[in-house]
T-cell receptor
Framework: GENVEQHPSTLSVQEGDSAVIKCTYS??????FPWYKQELGKGPQLIID?????GEKKDQRIAVTLNKTAKHFSLHITETQPEDSAVYFC???????????FGTGTRLKVLA | DTEVTQTPKHLVMGMTNKKSLKCEQH?????MYWYKQKAKKPPELMFV???????INESVPSRFSPECPNSSLLNLHLHALQPEDSALYLC???????????????FGNGTRLTVT
């Protein structure tokens, strides 16, 4: 069935360093890829998304890249800050469906 | 703060109780979702309503009963739950226009449910 693999499961970085989280999807029909940040005690919040007709998207310190051929997409956070510490989920979805296949999550810790 | 409001934030119930979870959004979204999230796991889809009609039921046990009274409200009625049903229950909404590309899910902060 449809699957999204996410790596790593945990990631610790020093404040100011960059963090990269990678996802691989299985369904070639997937064409929408959101990233969510979930802080303790809260619901997931959208931080950035990308559609299959775009290879890269950037929003300040956050960027997402998509390689459709390899079915890979990645989240890049630069100049990390302690408030970036959270669990991050990638997801893949296909137009015309209501199903979002989530990755297993990455717990990011930014060390001050 | 999120634009999807869920109440209550916490709920403890016995296995014989009946309770309801509530969700409200005023973004004009016509698709609303219930997800279940266990600790350290991603959200799992339970139900989807589109234009107040049930579109998806992911084979959820009948002790969970969803209801969509209008385009802004979504309820989840709970009855005879089991301890393994303890989890964070998340409501989400999204735009839902036929023929358009998928739009992002907007999640509430969830109801932390404990079944004793």
């Amino acid at each position: 069935g449809e699957n999204v693999e996410q790596h790593p499961s945990t990631l610790s970085v020093q404040e100011g360093d960059s963090a990269v989280i990678k996802c691989t999807y299985s369904d070639s029909a997937s064409n929408y890829f959101p990233w969510y940040k979930q802080e303790l005690g809260k619901g997931p919040q959208l931080i950035i998304d990308i559609r299959s007709n775009v290879g890269e998207k950037k929003d300040q310190r956050i960027a997402v890249t998509l390689n459709k051929t390899a079915k890979h997409f990645s989240l890049h956070i630069t100049e990390t800050q302690p408030e970036d510490s959270a669990v991050y989920f990638c997801a893949a979805s296909t137009s015309g469906t209501y199903k979002y296949i989530f990755g297993t999550g990455t717990r990011l810790k930014v060390l001050a | 703060d999120t634009e999807v409001t869920q109440t209550p934030k916490h709920l403890v119930m016995g296995m014989t109780n009946k309770k309801s979870l509530k969700c409200e959004q005023h973004m004009g979204h016509r698709a609303m979702y219930w997800y279940k999230q266990k600790a350290k796991k991603p959200p799992e889809l339970m139900f989807v309503y589109s234009y107040e009609k049930l579109s998806i039921n992911e084979s959820v046990p009948s002790r969970f009963s969803p209801e969509c009274p209008n385009s802004s409200l979504l309820n989840l009625h709970l009855h005879a739950l089991q301890p393994e049903d303890s989890a964070l229950y998340l409501c989400a909404s999204s735009q839902d226009k036929a023929g358009t590309l998928n739009s992002p899910l907007h999640f509430g902060n969830g109801t932390r449910l404990t079944v004793t």
